[in-house]
Nanobody, 126 residues
Framework: VQLQACGGGLVQVGGSLRLSCAVS????????VGWFRQAPGKDREFVAA????????DYRDSVKGRFTISRNSAKNTVTLRMDSLKPEDTAAYYC????????????????????WGQGTLVTVSS
């Protein structure tokens, strides 16, 4: 399984970005997908996740109401729409896939995820 993240860039405070994660897998529906981020000098942290079904999502508190995660089973992609961006959202963003049995579970824990893509950098300038 391979994951390719893209869509990062430089944006001003209050702006928007859309990150995309392309998942190369024989059975995309087998995987829940999550987004994580890591700022310089900080640990990697959970941002958002979507279940295998697409019906369940979860977000870290600081992005609720601003970020939206969705998946497109026809294209094997997961999108993270980020609105009202803040300087503290600046980080490298990583997508990851978790092969889990539960169909409607959006996992938050890093060690649940089996496969990781490379990061895409998001910089929010004030």
């Amino acid at each position: 399984v391979q994951l390719q993240a893209c869509g990062g860039g430089l944006v001003q405070v209050g702006g928007s970005l859309r990150l995309s994660c392309a998942v190369s897998a024989r059975t995309f529906s087998t995987y829940a997908v999550g987004w994580f981020r890591q700022a310089p000098g900080k640990d990697r942290e959970f941002v958002a996740a979507i279940s295998r079904s697409g019906f369940s999502t979860d977000y870290r508190d600081s992005v609720k109401g601003r970020f939206t995660i969705s998946r497109n089973s026809a294209k094997n992609t997961v999108t993270l729409r980020m609105d009202s961006l803040k300087p503290e959202d600046t980080a490298a963003y990583y997508c990851a896939a978790a092969a889990i049995g539960t169909y409607n579970y959006a996992p938050k824990l890093t060690n649940t995820y089996n496969y990781w893509g490379q990061g895409t950098l998001v910089t929010v300038s004030s």
